[in-house]
């Protein structure tokens, strides 16, 4: 169960963030698991990868060759971006997870993968999360976007009574979620790179990549679009710039009558 269900998101402070988080506590199955698991993707990523991932990865000053302590990775995120990590142990309820990341807060899983899921894991884990997702918040943009989206998610949500509408909506955004900031691609130089924390962690997601390609990225279409976390992406969608996610908020905004001055 989630440590988040014991604490306050609007009284939470830096000090608890990673509460019940102890490096000495990964065993060495841990390490030798997770270097499988680098070797692997450091492979895959060759190539796929978007500028501002390495560039991120450059100024995080880490090549992730070992297992990282998320207190230390935490005081750099915080450093240079104002991001910090939450160490989390389970799905957080949707409101708080958008209420988190609208906070410049990144969850992450504290467990590392068992062996049998070293190619794909429809859970997310420690490599998952840092490796996937933290370097990217060293890009302004890519950071602000989740940041604003995040936040005209949850306002959206909060708003919204519980029903059949609020399912839908919900499905939509994560829809929305899975095929931006988790499998994801942006072009570059005419080539499709990816940005997405599911491909970027994933040997077996960028191969499943090059076997089906990518359509031009469509917010109607993201929403008609189903999605599993059991198995490889059933599809991906390219942007021109992060421009292009931007032009999707507005959209929404529309489409679910927001009028406030969140973008
Ligand atoms: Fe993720």
């Known amino acids: 169960m989630s440590r988040i269900t014991n604490l306050n998101i609007d009284e939470i402070k830096d ?6 988080f102890d490096f000495n506590n990964y065993d060495e199955g841990d390490h030798e698991r997770w270097k499988t698991l680098l070797a692997g993707v450091t492979t895959a990523q060759d190539g796929i990868s978007c500028n501002s991932y390495s560039k991120g990865m450059s100024l995080l000053g880490e090549n992730f060759s070992d297992l990282p302590d998320l207190s230390e990775l ?13 160490a989390v142990n ?7 997870f958008y209420k988190l990341l609208s906070r410049k807060i990144f969850p992450s899983a504290t467990f590392v993968r068992d062996w049998h899921s070293t190619a794909f894991t429809g859970y997310p884990d420690l ?14 943009k890519f950071s602000e976007f989740v940041q604003k989206s995040s936040q005209l998610i949850y306002n959206i949500l909060i708003k919204t009574p519980e029903g059949a509408e609020k399912e839908k909506m919900i499905q939509n955004f994560s829809r929305y979620g899975w095929f931006t900031w988790e499998a994801g691609l942006i072009k570059e130089n005419g080539e499709a790179k990816a940005y997405g924390g599911a491909i970027l962690s994933s040997s077996g997601e960028t191969q499943n990549l090059k076997d089906r390609g990518y359509e031009k990225f469509d917010l109607l279409e993201v929403f008609n679009t189903a999605y599993t976390d059991k198995e490889y992406s059933c599809k991906y969608f390219i942007v021109d710039s992060y421009d292009d996610l931007f032009a999707s908020l507005d959209i929404i905004k529309t489409q679910y009558n927001i009028q406030d001055s969140i973008h």
């Open 127 to 140: 490599f998952h999360d840092v490796v996937g997702h933290l370097p990217l918040f060293f890009d302004p």
């Open 15 to 20: 000090s608890e963030l990673l509460q019940g």
């Open 74 to 86: 935490n005081n750099k995120m915080e450093q240079q971006t104002g991001w910090r990590v939450m």
């Open 90 to 96: 389970g799905i957080l309820p949707c409101e708080d």
